[in-house]
């Protein structure tokens, strides 16, 4: 069974500082990889997300993540977070098939980012 | 507008009594997800409707129903609820495209006692 692993369960930085989140996938096809945020009482919403191509691709609001087939992996990084990026981060797979566009979510990943 | 609503954001229920929670999209999504999301869990589908056939996950075929009254509109329904079904619960909506994206309401909240 396919399945995402967000091995930090919680991260803290200080503004202005590099940031990365890790996501691993375990599934022997390449599946659709996608990033989503949640901000405090607010729905999940989409950073990016990736098929194919370039192994890096561009976000929202600066982050980007990069796709490492070798790995299995699809991190997160920003080059300088601020304060408002504090939030639960969620990696997540869909393959293709029968359940065409059904997500398998990591358990989330907790930013925060103090001043 | 990508929004997708879901109402009531809070729901207190009891135990053994029915609980039923409502989300609304606009974007003439031809799909739309609930997932149950509890704390320092990840996100789990519960179920999906595409158009009008119901798909649910095979471990949580007999605790949730649904409905899709039109394309708009989709509901979860818990017929008795029990503890375990405090949670999160997250509507989401998307075309079913393979690597579309899910576009998702901010949650209702539910607490069973």
């Known amino acids: 069974a396919q399945s995402v692993t967000q091995p930090d369960a919680r991260v803290t930085v200080s503004e202005g500082a590099s940031l990365q989140l890790r996501c691993k996938y375990s599934?022997?096809?390449?599946?659709?990889l996608f990033w989503y945020v949640q901000y405090p009482r607010q729905g999940l919403q989409l950073l990016l997300k990736?098929?194919?191509?370039?192994?890096v691709v561009q976000g929202v609001n600066g982050f980007e993540a990069e796709f490492s087939k070798s790995n299995s992996s699809f991190h997160l990084r920003k080059a300088s977070v601020h304060w408002s990026d504090s939030a639960v981060y969620f990696c997540?797979?869909?393959?293709?098939?029968?359940?065409?566009?059904?997500?398998?979510f990591g358990h989330g990943t907790i930013l925060r980012v103090h001043p | 507008d990508t929004t997708v609503k879901q109402n009531p954001r809070y729901k207190l229920a009891r135990v053994g009594k029915p609980v039923n929670l409502i989300c609304s999209q606009t974007m003439n999504h031809d799909t739309m997800y609930w997932y149950q999301k509890k704390p320092n869990q990840a996100p789990k589908l519960l179920l999906f409707y595409y158009d009008k056939i119901l798909n649910r996950e095979a471990d949580t075929f007999e605790k949730f129903q649904s409905s899709r009254p039109n394309n708009s509109f989709c509901s979860l329904y818990i017929g008795s609820a029990g503890l375990e079904y405090s949670a999160m619960y997250l509507c989401?909506?998307?075309?079913?495209?393979?690597?579309?994206?899910?576009?998702f309401g901010p949650g209702t909240r539910l607490l069973v006692l």
């Open positions: 989401a909506s998307s075309r079913r495209d393979w690597g579309n994206t899910q576009y």
């Open positions: 997540a797979v869909s393959m293709l098939g029968a359940n065409t566009g059904k997500l398998t």
């Open positions: 990736y098929y194919s191509g370039d192994p």
């Open positions: 599934y022997s096809a390449t599946p659709y």
